[in-house]
């Protein structure tokens, strides 16, 4: 059965399509919270901007829900907790929209700057007035920029080429990154004290909620401009106001408001003469609506069809130059984890994941995750996802510990995993052939060398002849294609082995208890690994 999306807010139509060759896609936008709630059961993904507010009552209701998209960057329109503990990816489209923000903030500020959009309206009044619109020069002021990020660093960039000094205040950046983008860091209050101009990128979080304030604007130079393109929450409006009122702000320029639409008697800033005012059009340029909703259309779309999703809000975030050498391995990591499952004997205690080769020199915690989903698939049926498999782990009491060693063994770059059960020890290697084909390389010491992929059966046995014989007739009898067999070697004198039989399909139970009835045979996993 196809997938159900619901797409509640207008996104370009280019993101649409994009869904609809996947999926069913229903567009319903100003729905309000009450027909939301009604209708959201019936949908596996929500696709929204910020005008849908995705609270908890709505996720309460969303029983189908595994994704939410935000086609943009800013995802306080979600209650990310309440998604995360349902096991509900959350994801963003962070970067389509960043030079739309950044130009929008320069936009803002030289026409706060020269009075542009009140010189137009005494234009448009019919009248010629020279007098009353005198600006002062950006170059040689100084810009003090919150929050140095991606549209924070932009906007410096560019604003260094009108010859402003830019300073900014961001602890969560180091002054390496403050140097390669010509930003020198500083304390808020230096930062509040020192500028001409104080411009905000942060996102609204509970340390930036009303970070422009009284207090703030009392600590800022007379005369100080300020700008907000980020979010209408992390300033006091009415604190904003008295300041240009009293004269201690020469002007303002403000794309955002704590509550929007914002409405006219909600609006302190009417009627004030230094003030240029957008209603949230940060992000509205023909390029950068295309790019959220393409963006997110191809995060839903991973989502959906259980790849791990790179823009994902609320599992770690996998960096470009990380996900390029890690990307090829995730099915590989999330198979391993499917054939660990199988293999435990017992409940799985301790989990532990090693990297070498081409992935001990980079973060891996997403191969692991994607090793704990394949694990806990099998058994819990469906709700395992990249988001919650780590939470899922810890309250089964699964310990995992994950390392990264530069010691190569047979294979250069290789994935061991050791599972613990509280009655024994397995281990599984796996490798890509080729940088690409994904195989298992040895279990439990057997070397070995099949693909993961569609139904694989698992039977370790008594090391004796006609093991392969007596398997093949009763898979042949019972009309079973084998698409490939597998005995381990490398543990010769044992006693013991094991085999790896890829088989077409499911097999039904009374084949699998008559497989297990073949004397010599210890036992017989049927594994699902198809896609
Ligand atoms: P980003 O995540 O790339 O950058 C945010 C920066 O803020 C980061 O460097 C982070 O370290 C910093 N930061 C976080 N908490 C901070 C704090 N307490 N003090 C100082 N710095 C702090 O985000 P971005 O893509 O640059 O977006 C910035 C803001 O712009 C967001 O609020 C986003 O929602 C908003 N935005 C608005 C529009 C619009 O239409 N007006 C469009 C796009 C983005
Ligand atoms: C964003 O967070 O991406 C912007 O505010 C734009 C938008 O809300 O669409």
């Known amino acids: 059965m196809a997938y159900k999306i619901l797409v509640s807010d207008d996104v370009s139509e280019k993101g649409v399509a994009l869904l609809r060759e996947h999926f069913d896609v229903d567009v319903k936008v100003n729905m309000t919270p009450e027909q939301l709630t009604g209708c959201i059961g019936d949908y596996d993904a929500l696709v929204t901007r910020s005008q849908t507010k995705v609270t908890k009552e709505i996720i309460a209701a969303a029983s189908k829900l595994k994704v939410i998209g935000r086609a943009g960057v800013g995802v306080d329109n979600i209650d990310i907790p309440a998604a995360t503990a349902r096991g509900i990816v959350v994801?963003?489209?962070?970067?389509?929209?960043?030079?739309?923000?950044?130009?929008?903030?320069?936009?803002?500020?030289?026409?706060?700057?020269?009075?542009?959009?009140?010189?137009?309206?005494?234009?448009?009044?019919?009248?010629?007035?020279?007098?009353s619109f005198d600006g002062i020069q950006v170059q040689g002021k100084t810009l003090g920029i919150i929050g140095v990020g991606r549209i924070g660093s932009r906007v410096a960039r560019r604003m260094q080429a009108m010859e402003m000094t830019t300073i900014g205040y961001d602890p969560y950046i180091s002054e390496e990154r403050g140097r390669q983008v010509g930003v020198e860091l500083v304390d808020f209050d230096t930062l509040l004290k020192r500028s001409d101009y104080i411009t905000i990128h942060t996102p609204l979080t509970s340390e930036t909620r009303q970070m422009l304030n009284a207090a703030a604007i009392a600590k800022m130079k007379d005369g100080v401009r300020l700008v907000n393109c980020a979010r209408g929450g992390c300033m006091d409006p009415q604190a904003i106001a008295d300041g240009l009122k009293s004269g201690k702000i020469a002007g303002a320029a403000i794309d955002v408001y704590p509550n929007e639409p914002l409405k006219k008697e909600?609006?302190?800033?009417?009627?004030?003469?230094?003030?240029?005012?957008?209603?949230?059009?940060?992000?509205?340029?023909v390029e950068a609506q295309i790019g959220v909703a393409v963006d997110v259309a191809y995060g839903v779309i991973d989502a959906l069809e259980g790849r791990p999703v790179m823009t994902a809000v609320n599992m770690a975030p996998i960096p470009k130059s990380v996900a390029?050498?890690?990307?090829?391995?995730?099915?590989?990591?999330?198979?391993?984890?499917?054939?660990?499952?199988?293999?435990?004997?017992?409940?799985?205690?301790?989990?532990?994941?090693?990297?070498?080769?081409?992935?001990?020199?980079?973060?891996?915690?997403?191969?692991?995750?994607?090793?704990?989903?394949?694990?806990?698939?099998?058994?819990?049926?469906?709700?395992?996802?990249?988001?919650?498999?780590?939470?899922?782990?810890?309250?089964?009491?699964?310990?995992?510990?994950?390392?990264?060693?530069?010691?190569?063994?047979?294979?250069?770059?290789?994935?061991?995993?050791?599972?613990?059960?509280?009655?024994?020890?397995?281990?599984?290697?796996?490798?890509?052939?080729?940088?690409?084909?994904?195989?298992?390389?040895?279990?439990?010491?057997?070397?070995?060398?099949?693909?993961?992929?569609?139904?694989?059966?698992?039977?370790?046995?008594i090391d004796q002849p006609n093991m392969i014989g007596q398997i093949a007739t009763v898979l042949g009898k019972a009309g079973i294609n084998i698409n490939g067999m597998?005995?381990?070697?490398?543990?010769?004198?044992?006693?013991?082995?094991?085999?790896?039989?890829?088989?077409?399909?499911?097999?039904p139970n009374d084949i699998m208890l008559?497989?297990?009835?073949?004397?010599?045979?210890?036992?017989?996993?049927?594994?699902?690994c198809e896609d």
Do not use: C
Not at 276 to 284: E, I, K, N, R, Y
């Open 514 to 528: 008559q497989l297990r009835g073949i004397q010599g045979i210890l036992d017989v996993k049927l594994i699902n």
């Open 91 to 131: 994801l963003n489209a962070p970067e389509g929209n960043t030079i739309a923000a950044t130009e929008h903030t320069i936009a803002l500020m030289m026409s706060m700057t020269r009075h542009i959009p009140q010189a137009h309206q005494s234009m448009q009044e019919g009248k010629w007035d020279r007098k």
């Open 266 to 285: 909600d609006n302190p800033f009417l009627g004030l003469p230094n003030v240029v005012q957008t209603p949230h059009l940060g992000a509205s340029t």
């Open 324 to 461: 390029t050498v890690i990307a090829p391995y995730f099915k590989l990591a999330e198979r391993m984890g499917t054939l660990g499952i199988y293999l435990a004997d017992a409940p799985i205690t301790a989990v532990e994941v090693e990297y070498t080769g081409d992935l001990a020199d980079t973060e891996t915690q997403a191969l692991t995750t994607a090793f704990l989903k394949g694990l806990l698939d099998p058994i819990l049926q469906d709700t395992v996802n990249f988001v919650n498999a780590p939470g899922i782990a810890k309250k089964r009491n699964i310990h995992v510990k994950e390392s990264r060693s530069h010691q190569t063994g047979y294979f250069t770059t290789a994935i061991t995993a050791k599972l613990t059960t509280a009655k024994n020890e397995h281990r599984l290697v796996g490798t890509l052939f080729d940088g690409k084909e994904a195989k298992i390389v040895e279990i439990d010491g057997y070397r070995v060398d099949f693909k993961p992929e569609g139904y694989l059966l698992l039977a370790p046995h």
């Open 486 to 507: 597998q005995v381990g070697s490398g543990k010769a004198g044992r006693g013991t082995n094991i085999m790896a039989i890829a088989v077409g399909d499911d097999i």
